[in-house]
């Protein structure tokens, strides 16, 4: 594209007034390529992104709705109509609604304190500390440990008899936990597993925000006497906003989601002899590749993304209400740019 | 609360003097002044001890013998095997152990590459420009999210059994060329990073929208874009479940290759965790690559002019 | 790095990833056309799981006899994961020439019997009548080719019974044990009696053993589901749970913790087939004390086995089911037993003197094919196994494991069993 020489600012219908006053030069034939140029060229970003998602994104979810209201046989790929049957079948196992308190409470346990401590660890690696590099990448070590390798560490951790702990528990004279029987503690220990694993991504995430923050403003309110905690509560978390809001959307949507934990937590895979730690996508999984099931999963797959929405909106409007956006560069809110000063 | 100035910014272009050889560390240490506190290494100490355990705990099981796993009183000192236990996984003829890694090498870089690149373009659409119906689309892309894949694999090798492209390695890397995710993350990362002063900065100077995305998109999404090349790189790289239904046994993925270590009645963890840490190398490496990119932003600075 | 390379950097990532996407779009996947010159080269892919003893030796025997054939052995790490692929790709392409299934998914894979070849008349006849039966459809079609079946005798630890009071050579436990559920209950007590701890490894594995002596468990051939009016499931559930259960170390096998106590003495005998004697020997490699005896309550009873089936739309079925009737040929047969343990399922096989004079190194010399070769004999009841069979067999183990583990006590669990059966 060349450059065009316009000294109009952007003004397409949907932009923000320009700030400060400048006059409009007049309309020629470059300033109507630059109109096109704003005006359609945003859809040629997004559109290598949307027509390969059609194919390989949509189409699978699409298919996914319309198998949901089928009795599917998958090796003849075909299905005879039943409405919402599956859907019906569904909310009236006791299996579901087990797994679907099991799936709050390991959402619950896990994405808080998991959150919480991203934000800290993001907050001390944004400081001054040598070897950053080596710091920064040991923190998503976690992250990158095969399935298979988590799961037989922390079984081992975990076991009844013979596990890590329990054998700690014993040797200061407490009680062994019945990891696997009781459903408390086997959330608290896939929560464990699923902090284990996402925290350090969490805290990278957050870190690339904060290291985006211009470092005058931690300067200036030094200057003006703020100290550490201060200038995280006013600086910090304002200017993190839209990126707090990526956390903790992608948070609740993982976690409602948590799969690879349960799964692996004991070697049936089944979410325990009384459902004590299944979870909804777990469930899923064993209708829909255990039964080959595929209607009845595809339906339990749309509740769930029904719940998510749900619980993601929520937490969208929590966060916002929570997060002031004084310090942030996003989007100017009409209330907000009163604020601002140039 | 005091007002907060305009932010001062720089973007560090050719045309300054001495900007390739302004050091990063300086440049925050003079600002930042005082360097971290006992407290902050100490804390990260425990952070990091907890990431290290499980690795260690692997390489003792992975140094040892089919029994190391099951022995109550296991020494937490390495046994001598390590090396034997990996040669045994690489040169496991079942196990195509050079190629699988070539192949996870090869379609992990092409998925992280093309995530990384839609990504920025879109995101930074999303983030920055001005269209109509935005708000809805990125509502509905976010929303995608929210579907689970367990299911996905069902159409998805219908439509590549279709095309005929089961077997090949191609219907790894399409399927996973775009991610919702990595749009989210860009948009959200952009919108919060660039100020619209410095895009309007740009359009004053007379650049058009391509070039304002090349010179201050790009360059701002420089630390975001390395995350996401990282992450998407380690779940393309872990991903089992797909490459193991579309790819043929000849020409497999290496968690694929590996899980074949565990086919047996009865499993040697020793050789199982030795495979395992042994496709954990080539991540590590990455993550030396990639770590540079994240250690400073680049917008720090004043704004020009 | 600074910015500009960094972008051209990008764009050089960017532009080596659309090229690679386009080639490796080009390249497409090779598919066989099918030919029907007999010596045209063809290479015919086997795909099994866990450990079917088919050796590369063995298969060069075959490539030698046939040189035009080229054999590619895929293997998948269990059964569960073979079994997504299967049933993924049956009737469609990417299915192996020829596929093992395992018996606990092949009454699934029986529904759809019309999209699997049919084993050549030659073979009809080389198996045990009810490991054919078992791949036969409704058309009487034969659509499996037997490869394995499980026998079970019991191994025991032979240090541990001594130490309990108990006889402890093979023989007098063969005495011992011989007779009925009953029987092997008492002799459990016995020993927890005399020492504190379980005899038995695992109550879910009685329950198979039990539930794999009844013919019609869970639903009749008709299709009618009986399994919560059964009595003989109800006495079944009640035996494990009233007798199994308190001398059981654990619920369920498989475990990390169950694989470690072959070795550490928690329990001291179990139900074993042929196959289990590799998981004793692999867990418990510096134990001298496990043996086997030649017997079991009731006489017999089969755990496990698997078929070979060739699909119907492959690309070279002529030549994959003369392969496949090689595979599981008594000659071969004999071989396998001896590479991995598989106790062969050919009549003819079983009295092969390769399996008739084998003997176990581990298990003190037993003569294991003889061992397994009179269990065998001694089964005399095939359950009936359908498509949904372990659904309701993985529910009732589930009911067990619940009073195992203290949830819900014996009548309670027995009633979620039959809700859950209900929704089914």
Not at chain 3, 188 to 198: F, H, I, M
Request: glycine letters at 8%; hydrophobic letters at 45%; proline letters at 5%.
């Amino acid at each position: 594209m060349t450059a065009t020489d316009t000294r109009r600012p952007p003004t397409s219908s949907d932009s923000p007034p320009p700030r400060g006053e400048r006059a409009p030069r007049v309309l020629s034939f470059s300033h109507k390529l630059s109109r096109w140029d704003l005006k359609f060229s945003p859809y040629l970003y997004i559109s290598p992104f949307f027509i390969l998602f059609a194919i390989v994104g949509l189409f699978p979810i699409a298919f996914t709705a319309v198998i949901s209201f089928q009795e599917w046989d998958l090796v003849r790929n075909s299905g005879t109509f039943v409405g919402f049957d599956q859907y019906i079948w569904i909310l009236g196992q006791p299996q579901f609604w087990t797994a679907l308190r099991n799936t709050f409470s390991i959402f619950l346990l896990s994405s808080v304190p998991q959150l919480i401590l991203a934000i800290f660890i993001a907050a001390m690696l944004d400081r001054n500390i040598r070897a950053k590099t080596f710091w920064r990448m040991s923190v998503l070590l976690p992250f990158v440990m095969a399935p298979v390798a988590v799961a037989l560490i922390f079984s081992n951790m975990f076991g009844d008899n013979h596990g890590l702990v329990n054998n700690v528990l014993t040797n200061i004279g407490l009680n062994p936990i019945p990891w696997h029987k009781d459903p408390f503690w086997s959330h608290i220990a896939i929560a464990t597993m699923v902090n284990f694993r996402w925290t350090g991504y969490n805290a990278l995430i957050l870190l690339a925000a904060m290291q985006a923050v211009p470092r005058e403003y931690y300067e200036a309110a030094t200057v003006d006497g703020a100290n550490a905690f201060r200038q995280f509560w006013s600086i910090t978390l304002p200017s993190l906003r839209p990126t707090l809001i990526f956390v903790i959307i992608t948070a609740t949507i993982g976690g409602l989601q948590i799969f690879d934990e349960p799964r692996m937590f004991d070697n049936t895979g089944e979410g325990g002899p009384a459902q004590q730690w299944l979870t909804i996508t777990l469930y899923l999984y064993n209708i829909g590749w255990g039964e080959f099931n595929f209607g009845r999963a595809a339906a339990l797959a749309w509740i769930l993304f029904i719940i998510i929405l749900l619980i993601g909106l929520i937490n969208l409007f929590i966060t916002r209400r929570l997060v002031r956006d004084e310090g942030g560069r996003g989007e100017i809110t009409p209330r907000r740019r009163k604020r601002v000063q140039r | 609360m005091t007002s907060l100035s305009s932010p001062p910014l720089a973007i560090i272009e050719e045309g300054i003097p001495n900007a390739k050889r302004r050091q990063r560390g300086d440049r925050t240490t003079k600002i930042r002044g005082m360097r971290a506190g006992t407290w902050v290494y100490i804390g990260l100490g425990v952070v990091i001890v907890s990431a290290i355990f499980p690795y260690y705990w692997s390489f003792l099981i992975g140094s040892g013998d089919a029994s190391t796993i099951n022995d109550p009183d296991m020494s937490w000192l390495p046994g001598g095997n390590f090396i034997a236990n990996a040669l045994s996984v690489v040169n496991d003829p079942a196990v195509n152990f050079w190629l699988a890694l070539w192949n996870s090498i090869f379609s992990s870089t092409v998925i992280a590459a093309s995530v990384v690149v839609f990504s920025t373009l879109a995101g930074w659409a999303f983030a920055k420009l001005r269209f109509r119906g935005r708000g809805w689309l990125l509502a509905f892309i976010v929303a995608t999210l929210a579907v689970p894949t367990q299911l996905g694999v069902v159409p998805l090798y219908i439509l590549f059994a279709d095309l005929g492209w089961t077997g090949n390695i191609g219907a790894i890397i399409i399927p996973a060329l775009t991610s919702a995710f990595g749009v989210f993350w860009m948009t959200q990362y952009l919108s919060q990073s660039v100020p619209d002063e410095l895009i309007e900065a740009a359009r004053v100077d007379g650049a058009s929208m391509i070039r304002t995305f090349w010179t201050v998109g790009v360059v701002a999404a420089r630390p975001a874009a390395a995350m996401l090349f990282l992450f998407t790189f380690v779940n393309a790289w872990n991903n089992f479940f797909w490459p193991f239904i579309v790819l043929d046994r000849q020409s497999p993925t290496l968690p694929v290759a590996l899980s074949l270590l565990q086919s047996n009645y009865f499993v040697d963890y020793s050789i199982v965790l030795a495979g395992v840490l042994l496709a954990t190398i080539p991540l590590l490496i990455l993550f030396a690559f990639a770590g540079r990119q994240l250690v400073n932003g680049i917008m720090a600075g004043a704004v020009k002019g | 790095m600074n910015s500009r390379a960094f972008r051209r950097g990008a764009v050089a990532v960017a532009a080596f990833s659309a090229s690679a996407i386009v080639l490796a779009g080009c390249a497409g996947s090779s598919g066989d056309t099918p030919s029907s010159d007999p010596n045209e080269e063809i290479t015919l892919t086997l795909a099994t799981f866990n450990n079917f003893g088919y050796t590369d030796e063995l298969l060069q025997e075959y490539m030698d006899e046939n040189p035009n054939v080229t054999i590619v052995h895929n293997k998948a790490a269990e059964s569960g994961d073979a079994r997504a692929n299967y049933f993924q790709k049956l009737g469609k392409e990417g299915l192996a020439d020829i596929e093992a299934v395992e018996i606990d998914w092949f009454a699934e894979a029986m529904q759809y019997s019309d999209l699997l070849a049919e084993v050549p008349e030659s073979a009809k006849g080389r198996w045990l009548d009810w490991k054919e039966a078992g791949a036969t459809d409704g058309d009487g079609r034969l659509v499996g080719f037997g490869t394995d079946i499980g026998p079970q005798a019991i191994c025991y630890r032979a240090d541990l019974f001594e130490a309990a009071g108990l006889a402890s050579t093979p023989d007098e436990v063969a005495t011992l044990f011989d007779g009925d559920w009953s029987n092997f209950f008492d002799v459990a007590d016995q020993y927890k009696t005399a020492t504190g701890k379980p005899m038995i490894d695992a109550a879910n594995s009685v329950l198979q053993g039990i539930v794999n002596q009844i013919e019609y468990t869970y639903t009749e051939p008709d299709g009618t589901v009986i399994a919560t009016e059964n009595p003989e499931i109800e006495d079944a559930y009640n035996l494990v749970v009233e007798r199994a259960v308190p001398n059981s170390a654990y619920s369920g096998q498989w475990s990390d913790d169950w694989n470690a106590s072959m070795a550490n003495g928690e329990f001291a005998a179990m139900l074993c087939p042929g196959w289990m004697l590799g998981v004793i020997s692999g867990n418990a490699p510096d134990v001298t004390g496990w043996e086997v005896a030649d017997v079991f309550p009731n006489g017999g009873a089969n755990w496990g086995g698997s078929y070979l089936t060739v699909p119907a739309n492959g690309a070279n079925v002529d030549a994959a089911l003369a392969l496949a009737d090689w595979l599981t040929a008594p000659e071969q047969q004999a071989k396998t037993f001896v590479n991995a343990g598989q106790f062969p399922s050919a009549i003819e096989a079983q009295s092969d003197p390769a399996i008739t004079d084998s003997t176990n190194e581990y298990f003190n010399n037993a003569p294991t094919g003889e061992i397994f070769a009179a269990r065998s004999e001694a089964i005399t009841v095939t359950p009936f196994k359908d498509a949904n069979y372990f659904k309701y067999h993985d529910a009732l183990q589930n009911a067990v494991n619940r009073v195992f583990d203290g949830l819900e006590d014996q009548t309670t669990s027995w009633n979620t069993w039959v809700a859950e059966v209900e929704a089914f």
